[in-house]
Structure formats: C-alpha cells, structure tokens
C-alpha cells in the first residue's frame, strides 16, 4: 500500500469518531430548535425561502468559515486575513478580480479538515511528535473529503485549497508531494499568506514573529517552499495590508 492509501485508510477511523460526535450534538441541537424548524412562520425559515440561491450559498461558506474559526481559535480571525490576503496576492499577480473574488471566499476554508484533529495535537503547547505530526497532517485530506462533490466553483476551489495548501513549490510538501506548478495556483498563494499570517501572530507553540522576519522568511522561500511568482507578487504589495492592518498584530 502507498504512503498516500495508507494516509486515506486512516480518514474513516478518524472521522466516525468524530461524526459520532457531532451526531450526538446535532441531535440534541435540533430537539430544543424543533418548534422553530416546524413552524411555518419561523423567521430564519422565511428568510432562508426569500433569499436567492447564491446569497444563501454565499452564507453558507461564511459560516463554515466560523466553524473554522472556532476550531483554530487561538488565530484571531485568521481564515478570514486568509481569504482578504489571497485575493491580494492574486490581483497583484495579475489573475483578475473575479479569481480574485473566488479565492477570497474559498481561502478561508483552507484548515476546515482541522475538524477531524483531536484537542491534544491541535492545541498542543509546543512541538509535535512525528506521530502526532503525521496525524495532523491529514488536516488536508479531511477538508478535501469535507468539501469534495461541490456544485460552486467556491466549493470546488476550496476543496483543491484545503487539499493542497501545504504542499511546497520543491515537492517536499504534503500530503501528495506535488512539484511546482503541478500545485494549483490558489493552494499556492494560500501556502504563501498562511505561513506569512501564522508567523506574524502567536500560537500556542510559538511567539508572534516581528514583520520584517517574516518577511524576510517568505522572501527566502521563493523557489524551495514557495512559489517564486507568488513571492514575487508579495513583494509588491504592503505585507500590512496583508494583515489587515499592522496594528492587528
Ligand atoms: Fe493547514
Ligand atoms: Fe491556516
């Protein structure tokens, strides 16, 4: 068995405990929201009917990217900076304002397989061991199942976003071990403003870096982790705006 079966075997395990979980919630979640749900004149129920399609699609990813949010709590509206800082990255490359519209709402998706990660490894306060790190590797290939099937090209970027995020423009990265442009152009931006947006915040396992390191770090990057075109946009623009704001940090 390959590497990359043996990492896809390991998903069901990993998300019937999980789904058992959320079963248990849900189920409770809708016997004390059931009069709502039954009740024609229910206000979200009516505004769900006259909202058009695309509005409601629309919600929808937003609120997954809550769920995102409350997964990785610690990282301050960092799904969001995401999307704002990969549409910034894409303009300044040149890739136009509707890819650049797209990316902003599918970037922010790009953890949702973190899910599927158990507290202990996710919120560890310090470095993982090898087995741990293997494990929460599979972030990406838990958010491509998540979100695979997709009608909306959000949907469908977002699934190839959550899949290959961490993959590295030198073909070291995981999980599939993809080389340069092999990596779709979303993944590699968004590998791009999430490394530079994690640097510049405080984690559990680390402190927030200064600007100009992790600058500095993306910089040095070009052409082994990162895609040289991609840093060469980021050079372009205010690594603040990025941020939303240098204050942010
Ligand atoms: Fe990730
Ligand atoms: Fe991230």
Not at 102 to 123: C, F, M, R
Not at 191 to 196: I, M, N
């Amino acid at each position: 068995m390959s590497p990359q079966n043996a990492l896809l075997r390991e998903i069901p395990r990993r998300r019937d405990h999980h789904t058992h979980g959320l079963r248990v919630t849900t189920a409770t979640h809708l016997t004390t929201a059931a009069p709502s749900v039954t009740d024609p004149k229910a206000p979200l129920e009516l505004a769900a009917a006259q909202r058009p399609g695309a509005d409601m699609h629309s919600e929808a990813i937003d609120r997954l990217t809550r769920v995102c949010e409350f997964r990785d709590d610690d990282t301050h509206h960092h799904s969001q900076r995401i999307g704002r800082a990969a549409r910034i990255i894409a303009e300044a490359m040149g890739l136009g304002t509707d890819f650049g519209a797209l990316l902003e709402q599918a970037a922010p998706l790009h953890d949702i397989g973190k899910v599927g990660i158990s507290d202990t490894i996710l919120l560890k306060p310090g470095r993982l061991t090898p087995e741990e790190r293997a494990d929460m590797e599979q972030h990406t290939l838990i958010g491509q199942k998540i979100l695979e099937g997709g009608t909306t090209e959000a949907v469908q970027m977002a699934e190839m976003i959550a899949l290959s995020h961490h993959e590295r423009w030198d073909g070291n990265g995981y999980p599939h071990g993809l080389f340069g442009d092999e990596t779709p152009i979303g993944a590699r931006i968004v590998a791009v403003v999430d490394v530079f947006d994690a640097l510049t915040h405080e984690r559990p396992y680390k402190r927030a870096w200064p600007l100009t390191e992790a600058v500095a770090h993306i910089v040095a990057g070009a052409g082994t982790h990162f895609d040289p075109a991609v840093v060469a946009a980021f050079r372009t623009v205010d690594p603040c705006d990025l941020l939303g704001g240098c204050d942010e940090r």
